[in-house]
């Protein structure tokens, strides 16, 4: 993937977290698909702040700042699978279920136990920190504190827990109409709820929130990234609410992201697309509009919805409407199984797609999650719909 600068002048990799930590030579660490690889992670690695107990009869992770003294067992894992942990202490899904709505609302980030968990370089403890930053008056300090913040929790777009325990607090940051990067903050939001996918080769990987065929995927520090995932989620679906209220923010690109967020949500799913068909109705920002009909697409495929696929079918064939609306509508089609490819759909893909529309539709952040080089979102998009095989050529 090809780097850009993040909001605090940081790299990053298009369409994911990879920021300014990546050039201190931390290690780099990924999704893993098993117990094992990611033990084998463990056995090599050491990060700074974080502290991993390692055996080889027992095989353990171990943070020494969480007074609980709770402790991760990989081997346990691997012979019994990650159930043995559900509902536990160690269960983020659990923990952040169970915050307080206050200290939510308050901000209150010391009553998170964020040094039971670990991110991509270490201990969850210094989330906190950067979380307060994030309130800060100096655009660049916040920028900068979102990019490392970003690179910790959704390293190269993997969910780690801390970016799960985060999820509520970022919500409300962005909601400030005084905060800086607000809609960079709501993409981290979305991205936490989100199974990396690191740009699918398959049709399906635009509209995609879970891993391919709800396959385990396990975090570099041996953790179940899929329950990290879900935890984003449980955390998102509850303030759903606060993010229906940011459709009608006055910043399009936090509509966007808002949107993006809202995508993810497990439940109360009908009065989520009813928002977002109220706000598509008067939305006039290209990007915006896109993110409303990708959300609407994204829930309706997840959650299952039958009317979504016949509007997106009178949207996209509809002359009268505005191009970037049939485009997108035709993508989401395509995306959530519309086959085969009509005729028209493809005479629209083909010739609608300008420079000027993918420019417009850059920042979007489904385009950004399928681009390989910035601003190639949309076209990459098209390829993926009409002609996967041209699009394994073009990545070569």
């Not at 402790?71 to 160690?90: C, D, I, K, Q």
């Not at 609306?325 to 085969?340: E, K, Q």
Request: hydrophobic residues 40%; negative net charge.
């Amino acid at each position: 993937m090809t780097p850009t600068r993040g909001p605090g002048g940081g790299t990053t990799t298009t369409g994911c977290w990879n920021g300014t930590l990546s050039s201190t030579g931390f290690p780099q660490p990924r999704a893993s698909e098993n117990a094992w690889s990611a033990m084998d992670t463990c056995r090599r690695t050491t990060f700074p702040g974080f502290s991993i107990g390692w055996t080889e009869s027992t095989g353990k992770i171990r943070n020494m700042g969480d007074a609980s003294d709770l402790v991760y067992r990989l081997e346990l894992t691997h012979e019994g699978g990650p159930e043995r942990y559900a509902g536990s202490e160690l269960d983020v899904r659990s923990v952040v279920a169970r915050i307080p709505q206050d200290v939510k609302d308050e901000l209150r980030f010391d009553q998170i136990p964020w040094g039971r968990f670990a991110h991509s370089f270490g201990s969850g403890e210094d989330v906190p920190e950067y979380l307060s930053r994030l309130g800060s008056e100096d655009i660049e300090a916040v920028g900068k504190a979102l990019s490392i913040l970003g690179d910790c929790i959704c390293h190269q777009c993997a969910t780690s827990p801390p970016a799960a325990l985060a999820v509520p607090f970022l919500v409300r940051i962005a909601r400030s109409p005084t905060a800086h990067w607000r809609a960079e903050i709501l993409g981290l939001v979305g991205r936490a709820g989100r199974c990396a996918h690191d740009g699918d080769e398959m049709r399906a990987g635009l509209l995609q929130i879970t891993g391919r065929d709800d396959r385990l995927c396990y975090d570099v520090a041996g953790y179940l990234e899929n329950w990290s995932v879900q935890a984003a989620r449980i955390a998102i679906t509850s303030d759903a609410p606060l993010l229906v209220a940011l459709l009608d923010d006055a910043d399009a690109a936090v509509r966007s992201s808002a949107c993006y967020a809202l995508a993810t949500a497990l439940d109360g799913t009908e009065s989520i697309l009813s928002a977002l068909h109220r706000r598509l109705g008067v939305e006039r920002v290209p990007a915006a509009r896109m993110s409303l009909i990708l959300a609407i697409a994204q829930l309706a495929r997840v959650h299952g919805d039958e009317p979504t696929m016949t509007n997106l079918r009178q949207w996209w064939a509809d002359p009268d409407r505005p191009t970037d609306v049939r485009v997108s509508a035709a993508l989401a089609w395509r995306y959530m199984g519309g086959d085969p490819v009509p005729d028209d759909l493809r005479s629209l893909l083909t010739t609608a797609v300008t420079d000027e529309l993918a420019e417009s539709l850059a920042d979007v952040p489904w385009m950004k999650d399928v681009e390989f080089r910035a601003g190639t979102g949309l076209r990459r998009s098209v390829r993926l719909a009409l002609d996967l095989e041209g699009d394994r050529q073009e990545r070569l």
